[in-house]
């Protein structure tokens, strides 16, 4: 069956609100590479939007999940709990940044885990208030929804979204985006709008994903700590996108000097299989009453298998070691296109998190025309990218930490290709 057919049965069948960025079918995959139904190869610099760092198939991962399935596929933990769930939860509890004593609860999403982080957050303060920021992401749900600071695509034709939820501008110095001036908001905020004494939780990404890839500058992390604390404020960081050695550490939150009170993580947590978590203060994990938290699938035993082949590979491989080495390599590349691509007007990201941000040459504004021309190009020689931002005039790379070196090379090669097309074409 040609591609062709196969997109007028998903478009017959398949509710339009799930948007494609490509029309690639899979029909199998292997660490950084997918070949679609009619056999041609791509390599993979989506990684299932930062689900892959251990990349596809990582025969530990497979072997843990074929060894599950060989056990037991489901029991429901809040009913007939399970010892790898205990396992895993204790592993994060000492993995994640924070010199304080911790617990954790799995679910099964990411959107899903900010969702009880917000949950966990009000019945422990006694609070409702809510505070994000502008070019945030935190899901599809409702909460999350609201949460989210980018309109397009994620709220329009949604309605009311759910109250007591405020926003603060994020930070970005390449749109004239400074710490003092996010902080100054934050007070306008306590003045005018919301008294800090009713905010549960001041919630952000320590680098935006959907955002554009912009990590919250150190300061401001260290101004968020000081506030909260003053005000018996939660903070609370989503590393859905940003965990298990994308970053370069573990956590995007180990390259700060202070932590957050609670943390929420799904994407790579378990190697492509569904699996999210919270992990936070112990008191503050408490607080919630017995089930008060969890979900039918929540835990699930294949996940939790997978999420600890997962910490093994990172550890035994030298993950985060092996992202700052990559991701060095690819800036490095970037960066020696400057000269002649007047259009690149920033490379950035820690680890392998990086991102390319494209200006037009003539206006200086962000062009999201020129992000995906260059997208397309390489998806034409086969090298799957992903834009963001909410111009979406930024590329973010995102490949298998995992990534062979020879595969790595020639995907910098078609990157390079791409964007010296795009820059020299009309």
Known sequence: MNAI????????????????????????????????????????FAAGIAVLNT????????????????????TCHQVVPYENYVALAERLNALVPGDFPKKTIFVTTGAEAVENAVKIARVATGRSAIIAFGGGFHGRTFMGMALTGKVAPYKIGFGAMPGDVFHVPFP??????????????????????????????????PIQGEG????????????????????????????????????GKMFAMDH?????????????????????????????MDAPGPGGLGGTYGGS???????????????????????????????QRLESLRDKVPEIVDIRGPGFMNAVEFNDRTTGLPSADIANRVRLSALERGLILLTCGLHGNVIRFLAPITIQDEVFSEALDI???SILDVSSSP
């Open 5 to 44: 057919t196969l997109t007028d049965r998903k478009n017959a069948s398949i509710s339009r609100g799930v948007g494609m960025t490509t029309q690639i079918y899979a029909a199998r995959a292997e660490n950084a590479e997918i070949w679609d139904k009619e056999g041609r190869r791509y390599i993979d």
């Open 55 to 74: 990349g596809h198939r990582h025969p530990r991962v497979i072997d843990a999940v074929k060894l599950q399935l060989d056990r037991f596929t489901h």
């Open 172 to 205: 970005v110095e390449l749109h004239g985006g400074t710490v003092e001036q996010s902080i100054a908001a934050l007070n306008k905020l306590f003045a005018a709008d919301v008294d800090p004494g009713r905010v549960a939780a001041i919630i952000l990404e």
């Open 212 to 247: 554009g890839f912009y990590p919250a500058p150190p300061a401001l992390l260290r101004s968020l700590r000081s506030i909260c604390d003053q005000h018996g404020i939660l903070l609370v960081a989503d590393e859905v996108q940003t965990g298990f050695a994308r970053t």
């Open 256 to 284: 700060h000097d202070v932590a957050a009170d609670l943390i929420t993580m799904a994407k790579s947590l378990a190697g492509g299989f569904p699996l999210a978590a919270v992990t936070g203060r112990a008191d503050i």
């Open 301 to 331: 035993p294949i996940g939790i298998a997978a999420a600890h082949a997962v910490l093994d590979v990172i550890e035994d491989e030298g993950l985060c070691d092996r992202a700052n080495l990559l991701g060095a390599r690819l800036k």
């Open 415 to 417: 990157l390079e290709q």
